[in-house]
T-cell receptor, first 116, second 114 residues
């Protein structure tokens, strides 16, 4: 079964410092990986995805993620955190078996708090 | 939140009542999904639809029902059989089932049972 784990419930970072939000995955085929961000009482916003190609993926709002096949990880990174980055972040893997509708399997989320 | 609208934003239900959550998209997407979000549990799939007049159960379909009579609409009914319906409900859509297509999410409906 495909699964995603986000080992940290919360990450605290000072503004201006680099941030990393961790994600590991388990899939039976090729991984199709996504990061989403959620602000309070809002829907999820797409940040970036890895399908194939370069291991370093660049996305919205200055975020990037590094795909590491040997470590089965897809960590989200940003060189310099902003207070406005404070939100709930979800890693997800797309179920590649078409008869399951292409659903996303989500991690439990990581709360990012950036302090001034 | 793109071209997906959900209504209402907040919904209160009494015990034994059925309620319907609306989801509309103007993105011309083929596939639509309903997820339930509970604190600390991520999102879980309730139902999905790949085309009009077809839908499939997800991981937690018990106590829920859906319809897909139009491409742009995918309403979710929370029935009285759902024992713990208080949650945040998110609707999503994607252009096709190709794995490289991301899903777009609506703003959500927060359902509270009184």
């Amino acid at each position: 079964a495909q699964s995603v784990a986000q080992p940290e419930d919360q990450v605290n970072v000072a503004e201006g410092n680099p941030l990393t939000v961790k994600c590991t995955y388990s899939v039976s085929g090729n991984p199709y990986l996504f990061w989403y961000v959620q602000y309070p009482n809002r829907g999820l916003q797409f940040l970036l995805k890895y399908i194939t190609g370069d291991n370093l993926v660049k996305g919205s709002y200055g975020f990037e993620a590094e795909f590491n096949k040997s470590q089965t990880s897809f960590h989200l990174k940003k060189p310099s955190a902003l207070v406005s980055d404070s939100a709930l972040y979800f890693c997800a893997v797309r179920d590649w078996i078409y008869n399951q509708g292409g659903k996303l399997i989500f991690g439990q989320g990581t709360e990012l708090s950036v302090k001034p | 939140d793109g071209g997906i609208t959900q209504s209402p934003k907040y919904l209160f239900r009494k015990e034994g009542q059925n309620v319907t959550l609306s989801c509309e998209q103007n993105l011309n997407h083929d596939a639509m999904y309903w997820y339930r979000q509970d604190p600390g549990q991520g999102l879980r799939l309730i139902y999905y639809s790949q085309i009009v007049n077809d839908f499939q159960k997800g991981d937690i379909a018990e106590g829920y029902s859906v319809s897909r009579e139009k491409k742009e609409s995918f309403p979710l009914t929370v029935t009285s059989a759902q024992k713990n319906p208080t949650a945040f409900y998110l609707c999503a859509s994607t252009k096709t089932l190709q794995v490289n297509n991301e899903q777009f999410f609506g703003p959500g409906t927060r359902l509270t049972v009184l």
